[in-house]
């Protein structure tokens, strides 16, 4: 059985008998979470397989983008509940001091950069052109005819998001044969967009060679005669919300490596941003607290557990009245004192090397997701392509013998999830066939530790 449940808030899953009241404010919209999705789930897969009387019947997760970081986070949230999980384009790293916030932006810009160097440097110098052009007497109204605008253009800005827009999803849907993923595109799109910018003739202005690459994406069926800046033809609403709360994700743009404007990600205003839009304030950390990623306050949550229980156990305690009494905040001043007198690197060493119940601990939890992943977590297939933007921010190495990167070099956005084509290269067949035989080997164990404990 394959079974495609739909995430709270999204489709027509939406709570409040409405999505205009589901919508409505952030006491409504405070119920779209990751957490409260991944126990939807978990909720439906034990319902329906009590209902079908399936309960020993195994379950693989599949997902893409952040489908692929939910079916991750669920097996290790729920590892009773799947047995393994394919999490494909899946950026669980994306986050706040795991990743440099340049890398996605990096990684659009190479996969222009590649297919033409002239085709990048035309978008790099476009930004300047783009605002010149702004400030100009009636330059909103030229920039307006020049890019085909419905409305009369209020502000650069908006025409810059508009840009920024496509060359993201380009590089993440760069697939090599025709697709309507996003919008209705070629093979290879960045190609065909950097032929038209490169292809115009000599006096073509900056912008309108822009204008001619753009269209690609927003146009390439010929069929539009104007654009809306502010349509979201995606569906994103839900998703803006999240990237308020919980899925804050920094991003900043490099001088030399990128295309895009110089700038570094600014919490301050994003933070500003999200309070005028939803009236919340960003959770920046919450994530990686709730699923495991943040090496420096995992550490030190690490550390003032490993002096508790060693200043307990030195002190003559026994674990019923270390857990029991009711002496910890006196405790807590002693660890602080503690940290603060020797330092974080040096208690470390003192902790696991002289104290004994610390090298009991020591050895089960260590503060980055990797070690999480290997301590915490089993079967799960992390499987990304190059070419996509949010590679960068996903799992790209081996783990464990069950926690398996799978990367190609000429692959994009969740390509192994899309539907099979005779069109599919070699390397993409391969890919599918490895992920097959991995996910056989997970149900093949299971089915026989099941069958080993009913004979016993």
Not at 406 to 432: I, M, N, Y
Request: net charge negative; aromatic share 12%; hydrophobic share 40%.
């Amino acid at each position: 059985m394959v079974l495609f449940p739909e995430h709270r808030y999204y489709g027509e899953s939406v709570p409040f008998g409405s999505r205009e009241v589901a919508y409505k404010n952030a006491s409504t919209l405070s119920y779209l979470t990751a957490e409260q999705a991944l126990a939807d789930f978990a909720v439906l897969i034990t319902d329906l397989k009590r209902n079908l009387s399936a309960q020993a019947c195994p379950v693989v997760l599949f997902g893409g983008s952040y489908g692929g970081m939910l079916a991750a986070w669920m097996r290790l949230k729920y590892p009773h509940v799947a047995i393994g999980a394919l999490a494909s384009s899946a950026p669980i790293l994306q986050f706040e001091n795991i990743v440099p916030p340049e890398t996605f932006y990096n990684l659009v810009s190479n996969d222009f950069k590649r297919e033409s160097t002239s085709c990048f440097n035309t978008i790099k110098e476009s930004w300047d052109a783009l605002l010149s052009e702004g400030l100009k007497k009636n330059g909103l109204v030229q920039l307006t005819k020049t890019f085909h605008l419905c409305r009369e253009l209020k502000s650069t800005e908006d025409l810059a998001d508009w840009l920024d827009s496509a060359y993201s999803y380009l590089a993440m849907v760069d697939y090599p044969y025709p697709s309507a993923f996003m919008m209705p595109l070629p093979g290879y799109p960045i190609r065909e967009v950097c032929k038209r910018i490169d292809g115009c003739p000599n006096g073509t202005t900056i912008l309108e060679r822009i204008f001619e690459g753009i269209s690609v994406y927003y146009n390439y069926t010929g069929e539009l005669h104007c654009f809306e800046l502010d349509d979201d033809p995606h569906g994103l609403d839900g998703w803006n919300w999240q990237a308020c709360t919980e899925m804050v994700m920094p991003m900043s743009s490099s001088h030399d490596q990128s295309m895009y404007p110089t700038y570094d990600f600014n919490y301050s205003s994003f933070q500003e941003g999200c309070w005028e839009e939803f009236g919340v304030i960003p959770r920046p950390r919450w994530i990686t607290t709730e699923f495991g990623g943040q090496k420096d306050h995992f550490a030190v949550s690490y550390l003032l557990l490993l002096v508790f229980l060693n200043v307990m156990y030195l002190g003559g305690w026994t674990w019923k009245q270390m857990f029991l009494r009711r002496r910890i905040r006196i405790y807590t001043c002693v660890m602080i004192g503690k940290i603060n007198a020797i330092g974080v690197k040096t208690s470390m060493q003192v902790l696991t090397t002289r104290m004994p119940i610390t090298r009991a601990f020591s050895t089960m939890i260590r503060p980055d997701i990797k070690t999480a992943l290997e301590t915490f977590g089993s079967n799960i297939i992390f499987s990304n392509g190059l070419l996509d933007p949010w590679s960068g921010g996903s799992v790209l190495q081996n783990i464990s013998e069950t926690i398996v990167a799978l990367v190609t070099e000429e692959g994009a956005h969740h390509l192994d999830l899309r539907p099979s084509t005779p069109e599919d290269p070699d390397w993409l067949v391969e890919q599918r066939e490895t992920e097959v035989k991995l996910i056989k080997g997970w149900i093949d164990d299971y089915l026989g530790e099941k069958k080993t404990a009913y004979s016993m």
